[in-house]
């Protein structure tokens, strides 16, 4: 396991006067890691994931105690990153901002996997090969940007009373399977097939392919095209 952090904090008997550290969290890259795999578990605050690093991944984030965990897989070379966004007992009894600026490395080919509370977050993932994203949220506002990076990738979202706002580009052909309590919902562009299945004009066509599969009591649900 590889770690590589600063962090800058005082420890206190009352967790309730604990202040928030400034982080600086990275994992190098090397030639040698083809896919990779990043995992985010954290509570509430505002995130976002975006921009380029030379490094696998790099964090900048103020929190309280955070911790990040790199394990490599020679077989398959994949890299797998593991990044836990403070105490979930101990954030219940802080209050202050948190918030975590989280750059990839564009070589890899990534899959995403995102268990978060009620947060804010803002992933363009545009500049990036993504295979895959699972989002599991609380109640949050979701703003994603997606590429045409990779030939498919599979999105997952369920969520709580949420905000969720998905831009695509439009050389991509997209589906939408929805199991869920949409009380509104905006897809411009596609057409519904039947259920609760929708696609766009190009999707047998295109190249490259999105599907979503939307979950949860998800309150409002947007997609638009770029």
């Known amino acids: 396991i590889d770690k590589n952090w600063n962090v800058q904090f005082e420890l206190f008997d009352d967790v309730r006067q604990m202040p928030y550290g400034t982080e600086n969290l990275s994992v190098d890259f090397t030639d040698s890691i083809s896919k990779a795999e990043f995992y985010f578990d954290g509570g509430a605050g505002e995130f976002s994931i975006g921009g380029q690093t ?48 989280i750059q990839l490395n564009s070589v890899p080919v990534w899959s995403l996997d995102i268990d978060a509370g ?46 969720v706002e998905i831009g695509i580009s439009k050389n991509v052909g997209c589906e939408i399977i929805t199991d869920t309590g949409l009380s509104n919902r905006n897809f411009n562009g596609f057409v ?20 979503m599969n939307i979950s949860g009591g998800v309150s409002n649900f947007e997609v638009t095209r770029y």
């Not at 804010?120 to 599991?136: A, H, P, T």
């Open 54 to 101: 030379q490094n696998l991944v790099n964090i900048d984030a103020v929190s309280d105690i955070s911790s990040l965990e790199h394990r490599f897989d020679s077989a398959s070379q994949t890299s797998k990153v593991y990044f836990s966004f403070g105490n979930k007992e101990v954030l219940k009894r802080l209050v202050g901002k948190r918030y975590a600026d």
């Open 192 to 211: 519904k097939e039947g259920g609760s299945r929708y696609r766009t004009a190009n999707f047998l066509t295109a190249e490259k392919k999105i599907i």
């Open 118 to 163: 009620a947060c804010e977050f803002d992933l363009d993932l545009s500049k990036y090969k993504v295979s895959s994203v699972d989002i599991d949220d609380g109640s949050a506002d979701i703003d994603m940007k997606l590429g045409e990076l990779f030939d498919s990738c599979f999105v997952d979202i369920e969520t709580g009373a949420a905000n």
